[in-house]
């Protein structure tokens, strides 16, 4: 390969063009995608920011995929995207320090979102005019239905007026030149006033600054209104794509949901990206929140269906692989193999994802090995065979078909992490770790990155960098360095975490020593109790878990280091967490040696309290070895 397999891959700083080079279309795109107001929910590196900027006229413009005409045909309306902006925030905070009352933080932090938002649209205007040029006053053509420079002209004077702009002239440029003079303005006037006593801010400071007060909505329409008066078409509908808004203050958060209620329908609509869990309360009690189908659509960038999951990680890397030479052709599975111990939840989802493939000869004896192996130092197993008549002296059958074949399967990933960490066996010799191979794979690949295509470009580029490509598919202790070096990346980072968050969620706890002690009750359960089919490895996080531990499982959250099983009741995320089941990420799954399948729950309380005393084995761990040298390929991954 004459370059690494995946580029650096962060949307926020890669050009229109570049992002809907490799872009691939979700069911999540879809439900975003419609002419209607939406709120797209997702953690950091979930693909918030490409699907919005794919949702922008650039994006549209550059965008020549299989699915891109079919698209472009049906969106109905321009879409505008607007990056945030943390000096929306910062600026309200250096006021309040200052001394200024929360009235004046508020109208200056305003304006300068207001101006971004009227800058994103100047800038689009500004490009639909060079796209589509007006006739000059000397062109005489009869059937030319385009309108002169005359009406652009009073066009843009109106739409000045509107704005309370004074451009050097009437043109677009100007336009788009005025507004970022207004943003100097805004910062210049907000740090005199933070400089003087808020005695000395009076109504000349007001008087001065006409912008302040100006409303979002109603400027954007009624300038967007009379632009595409002037080009007959007064029924065109635009889009403000609003990216990482969680960074905004929560006044301004509370003013962007509300307006999505009087929004639908009308000139402008709202695509919203914001982290899962935001500030306790993202509505004034006397402002009606949006509802769910009325008022918005929200979609969430997680996947329950891990069907779903696969089938966008496999077109990812199908959008990325057919340029090098010596993957190009290849399918996933033929480059990264299949898992002897495959994901396997349900019967009916591990036939979607065609995990019912016969295992080889070899990873048969593999799995027959564990089994006996456990069987020979762990009474409650055998009981567990007695039970289910599993005679291990007998080929062990695992296809829907066999006998006891779903039972085995499902099994088979706990039997294996069991007989690793158990402990030796008298007169045997410990057997190969199961790690490698419940790892690797195509279908443990796919499961690890839970759709999060950031995640999934980082563990590819890390297995590919020193694979040899001739030689297919790549070996389970390349594929296996490569996943550990990723997730241990990210437990790192997890661990680096702040305790606190959008200036609402704070917390004493430290966010990894949480999800360590969740992921060690589950690897107890499932290495030093008696053997069950079905041990614990989700959680609910009840009414006897303080306030701290909720928050820092918020932040974990707005991470992706946990995954809930529901869909947020509210617009906007989650407001509380209390009653609602989760599981860790399956890329921390590596760091805390658990399976990933789904399963039984258990009270968060009772794993952050256990009883006293509880009967224990001890168990013998071999760590397998992590690569401590190496800069990280994917800058700003995680």
């Known amino acids: 390969m004459s370059q690494g397999f995946l580029e650096p891959f962060n949307a926020k700083a890669m050009s229109f063009a570049d992002v809907a080079r490799t872009f691939v279309p979700s069911t999540?795109?879809?439900?975003?995608?419609?002419?209607?107001?939406?709120?797209?929910?997702?953690?950091?590196?979930?693909?918030?920011?490409?699907?919005?900027?794919?949702?922008?006229?650039?994006?549209?413009?550059?965008?020549?995929?299989?699915?891109?005409?079919?698209?472009?045909?049906?969106?109905?309306?321009?879409?505008?995207?607007?990056?945030?902006?943390?000096?929306?925030?910062?600026?309200?905070?250096?006021?309040?320090?200052?001394?200024?009352?929360?009235?004046?933080?508020?109208?200056?932090?305003?304006?300068?979102?207001?101006?971004?938002?009227?800058?994103?649209?100047?800038?689009?205007?500004?490009?639909h005019v060079l796209l589509n040029p007006v006739r000059r006053s000397n062109d005489v053509v009869d059937d030319d239905l385009r309108p002169t420079q005359a009406a652009l002209e009073a066009a843009i004077k109106s739409i000045a007026t509107l704005w309370r702009l004074k451009p050097i002239s009437l043109s677009p440029?100007?336009?788009?030149?005025?507004?970022?003079?207004?943003?100097?303005?805004?910062?210049?006037?907000?740090?005199?006033?933070?400089?003087l006593g808020p005695e000395v801010v009076g109504e000349a400071v007001f008087r001065s600054c006409d912008y302040l007060g100006l409303d979002m909505l109603e400027a954007t329409s009624q300038g967007l209104q009379t632009?595409?008066?002037?080009?007959?078409?007064?029924?065109?509908?635009?889009?403000?794509?609003?990216?990482?808004?969680?960074?905004?203050?929560?006044?301004?958060?509370?003013?962007?949901?509300?307006?999505?209620?009087?929004?639908?329908?009308?000139?402008?609509?709202?695509?919203?990206?914001?982290?899962?869990?935001?500030?306790?309360?993202?509505?004034?009690?006397?402002?009606?929140?949006?509802?769910?189908?009325?008022?918005?659509?929200?979609?969430?960038?997680?996947?329950?269906?891990?069907?779903?999951?696969?089938?966008?990680?496999?077109?990812?890397?199908?959008?990325?692989?057919?340029?090098?030479?010596?993957?190009?052709?290849?399918?996933?599975?033929?480059?990264?193999?299949?898992?002897?111990?495959?994901?396997?939840?349900?019967?009916?989802?591990?036939?979607?994802l065609g995990l019912f493939a016969r295992a080889t000869r070899t990873a048969t004896k593999q799995i027959t090995d564990h089994f006996v192996s456990?069987?020979?130092?762990?009474?409650?197993?055998?009981?567990?065979?007695?039970?289910?008549?599993?005679?291990l002296t007998q080929e062990l059958g695992m296809q829907p078909s066999d006998l006891n074949g779903n039972t085995l399967r499902k099994v088979a990933p706990l039997v294996a992490f069991r007989n690793a960490y158990r402990g030796r066996s008298e007169g045997r010799k410990r057997g190969v770790k199961p790690f490698n191979a419940t790892y690797a794979g195509w279908e443990s690949l796919s499961a690890i990155s839970e759709g999060n295509p950031r995640w999934l470009i980082g563990l590819i580029t890390r297995i590919l960098a020193h694979a040899d490509l001739k030689q297919l598919p790549v070996p389970v202790p390349?594929?296996?360095?490569?996943?550990?070096?990723?997730?241990?990346?990210?437990?790192?980072?997890?661990?680096?975490?702040?305790?606190?968050?959008?200036?609402?969620?704070?917390?004493?706890?430290?966010?990894?020593?949480?999800?360590?002690?969740?992921?060690?009750?589950?690897?107890?359960?499932?290495?030093?109790?008696?053997?069950?089919?079905?041990?614990?490895?989700?959680?609910?996080?009840?009414?006897?878990?303080?306030?701290?531990?909720?928050?820092?499982?918020?932040?974990?959250?707005?991470?992706?280091?946990?995954?809930?099983?529901?869909?947020p009741s509210t617009v906007g995320g989650y407001q509380s967490l209390r009653g609602k089941r989760f599981r860790l990420t399956y890329l921390l799954a590596p760091i805390f040696k658990l399976p990933m399948r789904k399963s039984k729950s258990v009270s968060l309380s009772a794993i952050l309290n256990p009883p006293a005393v509880e009967r224990r084995i001890e168990a013998q761990v071999d760590e397998p070895p992590l690569e401590q040298s190496g800069a990280w390929m994917q800058d700003g991954l995680f």
């Open 173 to 195: 440029a100007s336009l788009v030149e005025a507004l970022r003079l207004r943003l100097l303005d805004i910062k210049s006037q907000a740090h005199m006033c933070a400089s």
């Open 28 to 127: 999540k795109f879809a439900l975003l995608a419609g002419p209607w107001n939406s709120v797209l929910v997702g953690p950091r590196g979930g693909g918030k920011t490409t699907l919005l900027k794919m949702l922008s006229a650039e994006g549209q413009a550059a965008w020549n995929g299989p699915q891109a005409d079919e698209v472009k045909s049906t969106l109905g309306y321009t879409g505008v995207y607007v990056p945030s902006d943390i000096a929306w925030g910062t600026m309200l905070e250096s006021l309040q320090r200052s001394g200024q009352n929360e009235r004046v933080g508020i109208l200056f932090s305003q304006a300068a979102f207001v101006t971004h938002v009227l800058l994103a649209v100047a800038s689009g205007i500004e490009r």
């Open 374 to 391: 456990l069987s020979e130092k762990d009474a409650s197993f055998v009981r567990f065979l007695e039970r289910k008549n599993i005679d």
């Open 478 to 567: 390349r594929q296996t360095e490569g996943v550990l070096w990723n997730c241990q990346r990210y437990s790192e980072m997890l661990q680096s975490l702040a305790c606190e968050q959008f200036h609402s969620i704070k917390t004493s706890a430290s966010v990894f020593h949480v999800l360590e002690k969740i992921g060690d009750y589950f690897h107890d359960r499932l290495v030093t109790a008696d053997f069950v089919e079905d041990p614990p490895l989700s959680f609910i996080v009840d009414n006897d878990v303080d306030d701290d531990v909720e928050n820092a499982l918020r932040i974990a959250m707005n991470h992706g280091a946990i995954v809930c099983f529901e869909s």
């Open 227 to 352: 632009f595409d008066t002037m080009y007959g078409r007064p029924d065109h509908r635009w889009c403000l794509l609003l990216d990482e808004f969680e960074v905004a203050p929560m006044h301004l958060q509370q003013t962007v949901l509300a307006s999505m209620r009087a929004s639908g329908g009308q000139k402008l609509l709202l695509k919203v990206a914001l982290a899962p869990c935001g500030p306790d309360v993202l509505y004034q009690r006397d402002v009606a929140a949006p509802s769910h189908l009325n008022d918005v659509r929200q979609v969430e960038l997680w996947y329950a269906d891990k069907a779903e999951a696969s089938e966008f990680c496999k077109n990812v890397f199908l959008s990325r692989s057919q340029s090098y030479v010596g993957l190009s052709g290849e399918t996933p599975s033929n480059v990264f193999g299949t898992s002897a111990y495959s994901v396997v939840d349900e019967g009916e989802e591990a036939e979607q």
